[in-house]
């Protein structure tokens, strides 16, 4: 019943910047977290970061530490990424995820609502 919608993908050169924005409608009061994970080609899909809805605790993958941050903004229902120094490796479609599971956060598993993704490309 949660519904989650992704923008402010696009194309940047390496060391540029982006960034991503979801909404979330419905039954987004149920939210306990709520993350971005992205999946490149031929490859399987992978946690970026994670912000918890009430708390707003952060969790980061290694490789995105420093140079990616994750907020939310509680009044407007939307969670943000903001995408610095971006490198080739970041290319991907990147998907924004909602959960109520208070635990085990960083898996894709755990997330039961999906946006449909927004494409980020990082040229070299």
């Known amino acids: 019943q949660v519904q989650l919608v992704e923008s402010g993908g696009g194309l940047v050169q390496t060391g540029g910047s982006l960034r991503l924005s979801c909404a979330a409608s419905?039954?987004?009061?149920?939210?306990?977290?709520m993350g971005w994970f992205r999946q490149a080609p031929g490859k399987a899909r992978e946690f970026v970061a994670r912000?918890?809805?009430?708390?707003?605790?952060?969790n980061y993958t290694d490789s995105v530490k420093g140079r990616f941050t994750i907020s939310r903004d509680n009044a407007k229902n939307t969670v943000y990424l903001q995408m610095n120094s971006l490198i080739p490796e970041d290319t991907a479609i990147y998907f924004c995820?909602?959960?109520?599971?208070?635990?085990?956060?960083?898996?894709?598993?755990?997330?039961?609502?999906w946006g449909q993704g927004t494409q980020v490309t990082v040229s070299s």
């Open positions: 419905g039954r987004s009061f149920s939210i306990y977290a």
């Open positions: 912000i918890t809805w009430s708390g707003g605790s952060t």
């Open positions: 995820a909602a959960t109520n599971r208070p635990y085990g956060t960083t898996r894709p598993g755990r997330y039961d609502f």
